[in-house]
């Protein structure tokens, strides 16, 4: 019996769907129900449905064998997994963003700015690592790019996708910091004690992936 | 400020009764284990100077129970076992290299900061040995033979240790002609199985189809001596050869030991967040619980920091894991009442002392009464408590 981790939503449907085009019997997770765990005694495999930035979690500590993830999650999580195979949806961009007159290198003359985020770790590891400069972050839940149109903060960092958003309230994309898109991770231990049932299904994952 | 007097601290828990004396009961045997091999034990301090770890590589200083002594100098509690017995064996003063190896062993309990949200313990207890002054396969062998009959010892079933090497990936490395930025890219993607990030870093730099390849191997290569000869034909640098040669030995010195069913080499295992491994690392691994239950690698250069040069191979088995994977697999740790309760009649107390006294020479946990049960009460009280004898001494009437 396999375990895996989906965070709910559209990455669970689009997983669920990879996952049976793979040949994997998939009707217990398709299931309409409020059921947190969905399991297919005859395919060997039970589905748990957490919150996306719970999956890493069930995975690291191997209450799930396997997840499917945003890379957003996992590079903001920092768990000590594998990760095996990028599911190529889910695409979008980890990016610095703020006023459009801070674009071409006009952010980097801010001293100790102050950034707003729903990520702390990643905006940290970005401008130290990368950038290598002393940042104050602010932790946020949602709506980030209230934050630099209030003077909360000079900039954000936060997914971005079509970028109409920021647009819309005189915000641009200035950095990217990553490239985001659906993963599949597995436990340490997982993969080398059910490697049989596990390594195949990550064969199969990306012959998919590889059609798309 | 709560009032915290009725709770444990975060990341600390009781080991209670049951589980306790099952823990206990798989010390001593370890402890005699590591008699039986040779092994001394040694307690180090549950506080050393915070300077012991605080050398690159050695632990993350942030996992670190730090605080300072009187004279505001910066301690820790103890993180792990390998350092402290470095410091001990770099520091002995009536050092005699003819007389090593030298082989310690130790059953301690490890502090270290987990992460805050989990359920991680901050406070475990570990069984290992250090070998130390002691090169080549069969001294690595011996460890992982070791480690292998200490997890059996304990009452793991299903093992597997998967054995890698350090220098197999600094041979590909030199072999390639990677620059240091890229090595630290790549044995991170390594260690996180990530093929996807070795891809495009190969890409991004032009490496050779056979190069690409060869890394490529690395993270995905299981097995035994397949997996050795499949690198042999591959690898050119002679510090990958000669790690291949170490695992070959190591697999056959533990084949003549009949431990090979429980083996396998992961090429991916590449010493990973500790960096002072330099040779052979390895990682047992069990069902029901996610993290590795066995940890341990050769590092040749660590004595060398504290000023003694001294090649070492060690491990350590996390007790506190075993002990969650036992459980979880349903081993019963049942919390056992004593054997027998032992009463007695007003004056007959030294006849009650003798009667208990000899219960116990035979092995038998037992009681003497200490509330003046009468021979009714004392009844009730055993069978209540699941005392399987109650005795009570009188008058022969």
Do not use: W
């Amino acid at each position: 019996m396999l375990t895996i981790a989906l965070s709910k939503g559209r990455l669970a449907e689009k997983a669920i769907g990879l996952l049976e085009n793979a040949g994997y019997d998939c009707t217990a997770a398709k299931e309409e129900s409020r059921k947190l765990i969905l399991e297919d005694e005859n395919a060997g495999l039970r589905f748990i449905m957490a919150k996306p930035a719970d999956v890493p979690t069930y995975v690291e500590y191997g209450a799930a064998d396997i997840g499917v993830v945003g890379k957003d999650t996992l590079l903001e999580e920092g768990r000590d997994l594998y990760e095996v195979a990028d599911l190529g949806f889910g695409k979008c961009r980890m990016c610095v963003a703020g006023p459009v007159d801070l674009k071409d290198g006009k952010l980097d003359l801010i001293p100790n700015k102050r950034i707003a985020t729903k990520y702390p770790n990643i905006t940290r590891s970005y401008f130290e690592g990368v950038k290598k400069e002393s940042v104050e972050i602010i932790k946020l839940n949602g709506s980030i790019e209230l934050a630099p149109l209030i003077g909360l903060a000079d900039c954000i960092v936060d997914i971005v996708e079509s970028g109409r958003t920021l647009k819309e309230n005189g915000l641009d994309v200035i950095e990217t910091v990553a490239d985001i898109s659906a993963r599949v991770v597995v436990n340490r231990v997982s993969m080398k004690m059910k490697s049989s049932e596990i390594k195949p299904m990550i064969e199969k994952i990306k012959e998919q992936v590889a059609l798309l | 400020m709560n009032n915290n007097k009725y709770y444990t601290a975060d990341g600390f828990t009781d080991t209670l009764p049951g589980i306790c004396a099952f823990k206990k009961q798989t010390e001593s045997n370890i402890r005699e284990l590591f008699r039986l091999h040779g092994y001394k034990e040694i307690e180090t301090p549950g506080i050393e100077y915070l300077d012991i770890y605080s050398k690159p590589g050695f632990v993350p200083e942030e996992n670190l129970y730090k605080m300072t002594d009187q004279k505001g100098r910066l301690l820790a509690l103890r993180y792990d076992g390998t350092i402290p017995a470095v410091r001990y064996a770099a520091g002995i003063k009536d050092f005699d290299a003819s007389l090593l190896p030298l082989r310690l062993s130790y059953i301690e309990n490890m502090y270290r900061f987990a992460d805050s949200g989990g359920g991680k313990q901050s406070e475990f207890t570990q069984a290992g040995v250090e070998l130390m002054g002691a090169e080549g396969s069969d001294a690595d062998a011996e460890v992982i033979a070791l480690a292998i009959k200490s997890a059996l010892g304990a009452g793991i079933k299903d093992l597997q240790i998967a054995i890698g090497q350090v220098r197999l990936y600094d041979g590909i490395v030199k072999q390639l002609g990677l620059d240091e930025n890229t090595k630290d890219t790549i044995r991170k993607a390594i260690n996180s199985r990530d093929t996807v990030t070795i891809e495009k870093t190969c890409d991004n730099l032009g490496i050779s189809s056979e190069g690409r390849e060869l890394l490529l191997m690395l993270p995905d290569a299981q097995g035994t001596y397949d997996i050795i000869d499949a690198f042999r034909s591959r690898v050119t640098d002679p510090s990958a050869t000669e790690a291949l040669d170490n695992l070959k030995e190591i697999l056959d010195n533990l084949d003549e030991q009949g431990f090979l069913k429980y083996v396998s080499v992961d090429a991916g295992l590449i010493g990973g967040s500790i960096d002072y491994y330099t040779g052979v690392v390895f990682k047992g691994f069990t069902y029901e619980v996610g993290f590795p239950i066995v940890s341990g690698g050769r590092y040749d250069n660590t004595v060398a920091v504290f000023g003694r040069q001294m090649e070492c191979v060690g491990f350590s088995l996390s007790l506190t894991l075993t002990l969650t994977a036992l459980l979880r697999q349903g081993v019963s740790m049942e919390d056992k009442s004593p054997d027998v309760i032992v009463g007695y009649a007003p004056g007959f107390r030294s006849q009650a002392f003798a009667l208990v006294e000899s219960l116990r020479e035979e092995g038998l946990a037992a009681i003497l009464d200490t509330t003046g049960m009468d021979s009714a009460a004392l009844d009730e009280y055993s069978s209540k408590s699941g005392i399987d004898k109650c005795v009570y001494v009188e008058e022969e009437s």
